[in-house]
């Protein structure tokens, strides 16, 4: 993370202690980063420092469930509102009125929730990995149904509080390893196995020879050593939570994403076969790129952080 400081405080929002990780000037133009699943603030980690030299206030949070933040018990906890009320809750305790989000994986949903929800916290969205989708009319219990009734679905195995959690806690730093790898742009075309219904999420994945140039085993340490500490229920309950938030953002179909935004995916990223960023068209009548990183895979700005850094840098500049 070269020399940039970064400070990290627990805070109290929403009814829960979140851990955050920051850097840059108090007075600057704030920038949330929002990991996804399975990661930590720590994701973040080639972003804080750019960002901070640049100029902005860099807040980075471990998420509701992640790291060293609390993970409540109750699985409807999780939901999208939850998710979004910690990070409303997190401006609040700073004393900010807005922030750019920036949400990467399942971060990105959580942000383009807010930019629809709270439009007036959010100065602008950037998501990696997952473009705006509207609300589909489609449960999604029954759409998975309906695509793959055969064929095993990482999230429909995810659904059955303790089944995953098991699988994936019994040896949290090969779990880590594995995946990180297996949907990175390094791995080979076939890394991610396709199963039939009755396989599991660990039989699906592949194991590298060595680790890959932007994982280290430091970087594998530290997220070995937070998922083996609180497990992995807490990232897997915002899975469980697909068809409540389906429910919950009926209201909210019909919005846009109406401020300035950026999307950035890697081209060998599975999310883009599953949610082609061509479907946001008129949904997000300011985006003002697409960056799309050949090679890449889904750990975007771990994989890839100078181009990251670039097209945010860029993308900021125009605020």
């Known amino acids: 993370m070269g020399a940039v400081t970064v400070a990290h405080r627990t805070v109290q929002t929403n009814g829960i202690f979140m851990h955050v990780a920051e850097a840059g000037d108090a007075g600057g133009r704030p920038v949330v980063l929002c990991h996804g699943f399975p990661e930590l603030w720590y994701s973040w980690r080639h972003q804080l420092g750019p960002l901070a030299d640049a100029g902005y206030r860099v807040i980075a ?5 992640f790291g060293g933040t609390d993970r409540p018990a109750a699985v409807e906890e999780y939901d999208v509102f939850h998710l979004g009320d910690d990070l409303l809750g997190l401006l609040d305790e700073l004393g900010l009125e807005s922030a750019v989000f920036v ?3 399942w971060g990105a ?3 383009w929730h807010l930019a629809v929800r709270a439009p007036e916290r ?3 969205v950037v998501a990696v990995s997952v473009p705006f989708s509207p609300r589909s009319p489609t449960r999604p219990s029954e759409a998975w149904e309906l695509a793959m009734p055969d ?9 059955d509080p303790g089944v995953a959690d098991e699988e994936l806690g019994r040896d949290a730093r090969r779990t880590l390893r594995d995946f990180l790898w297996t949907i990175s742009g390094d791995a080979p075309k076939g890394a991610w196995k396709i199963l039939a219904r009755d396989g599991t999420f660990l039989d699906c994945l592949s194991s590298p020879e060595e680790l890959p ?11 070995a050593a937070e998922f083996g500490r609180t497990g992995f229920t807490g990232g897997l309950n915002w899975y469980r939570n697909s068809d409540r938030n389906w429910e919950l953002t009926e209201p909210l179909g019909g919005r846009k994403v109406e401020m300035p935004a950026l999307f950035i995916a890697g081209e060998r990223d599975p999310v883009l076969r599953m949610s082609p960023p061509d479907s946001m068209g008129e949904w997000v009548p300011d ?3 697409k960056v799309i990183l050949p090679g890449a895979g889904h750990w975007t700005q771990q994989e890839r952080p100078a181009e990251v850094n670039r097209a945010l840098l860029d993308f900021l500049a125009t605020l």
């Not at 949070?61 to 469930?65: K, M, N």
């Not at 064929?151 to 659904?159: G, L």
């Not at 140039?213 to 340490?221: C, F, N, R, V």
């Open 151 to 159: 064929r095993f679905f990482y999230v429909r195995y995810f659904q």
């Open 122 to 124: 959010v100065d602008a």
């Open 103 to 105: 949400g990467h994986d």
């Open 109 to 111: 949903p959580v942000v």
């Open 287 to 289: 985006l003002r790129g």
């Open 213 to 223: 140039a932007w994982l280290t085993e430091e970087d594998l340490d530290v997220y």
């Open 61 to 65: 949070p471990d998420q509701r469930g």
